[in-house]
Each structure stands twice: as structure tokens, then as C-alpha cells.
């Protein structure tokens, strides 16, 4: 009897305290709504991956002339990712000095189009955050 009690306990108690199955969006009416990159069904993408978008950099990247031999460290970018897949609102978030920011945001600038972030089947705008290494 106690067992029986206690299982019909357990099935109210699960029933009234269970979240409800319902479907919701989590998509913005806003147009203009900025995602992260956590929040996203599919993220943003440089055509061909992350490797592809590290050779665009190393090929298309000046060094800054007066940039001493001895510098090293990583340039932190952010961007948005429109749904267009062009990039936008380029900062600087960690620089190590000499132009390598300045000259980041100049290769970030001419890059092509991404692959733009989904979130339910439509593209959205994604703010995305990239380490860019300098040796």
C-alpha cells in the first residue's frame, strides 16, 4: 500500500512540476537582432572552415614595417556576420601594438563573404570572435 502511495506521489508530483512540451521560438522578431556564436542552431563560417579563413590571413596579412622582429602574440577581432555573410563592426578587441590591429581590420575588411549563422532555418546576424596569431 505504501508503494502504491508513493508511486502516485511520484506521477502528480511529475506531472504538475514537468515543463511543458511546447515549441518556442527562440528567433527575434528584430530584425537587427545580434546572436552569439553559443546561441545559434548553425554558425557563421569562412567558405572552406577555419583553415581556409587562417591561410586568407597569412596570405593577404602585411606585417607592419615597424613592427620589431621580437614582437609576438594574438590580435583578438570581432565582427558581426550579417545575413548576407558580409562582415561588419570590425573592433579590436586585444592588439599587440605596431599597426597589427589596424592592419587586421584592413584583411578582415577585404574578406569574402561568409557562410552566414542560422538560427531556426533563417540566416541571422552573429557576433563572432576570432584570434588572429602574429610571429
Do not use: C
Amino acid at each position: 500500500m505504501k508503494k502504491l502511495l508513493f508511486l502516485i506521489l511520484l506521477f502528480v508530483g511529475q506531472n504538475t512540476f514537468s515543463q511543458a512540451n511546447k515549441t518556442v521560438s527562440v528567433l527575434s522578431d528584430d530584425e537587427n537582432h545580434l546572436y552569439n556564436t553559443a546561441g545559434i542552431d548553425i554558425k557563421p563560417e569562412f567558405p572552406g572552415g577555419l583553415n581556409e579563413f587562417y591561410k586568407y590571413i597569412s596570405q593577404n596579412y602585411i606585417i607592419p614595417k615597424e613592427k620589431p622582429i621580437n614582437v609576438k602574440g594574438k590580435v583578438v577581432a570581432t565582427f558581426v556576420v550579417e545575413k548576407d555573410g558580409s562582415l561588419n563592426d570590425i573592433k579590436i578587441i586585444k592588439d599587440v601594438g605596431f599597426n597589427t590591429g589596424t592592419e587586421a581590420i584592413r584583411v578582415l575588411k577585404s574578406s569574402p563573404k561568409w557562410i552566414s549563422g542560422k538560427l531556426e532555418g533563417q540566416d541571422v546576424r552573429v557576433l563572432y570572435v576570432i584570434p588572429i596569431t602574429i610571429n
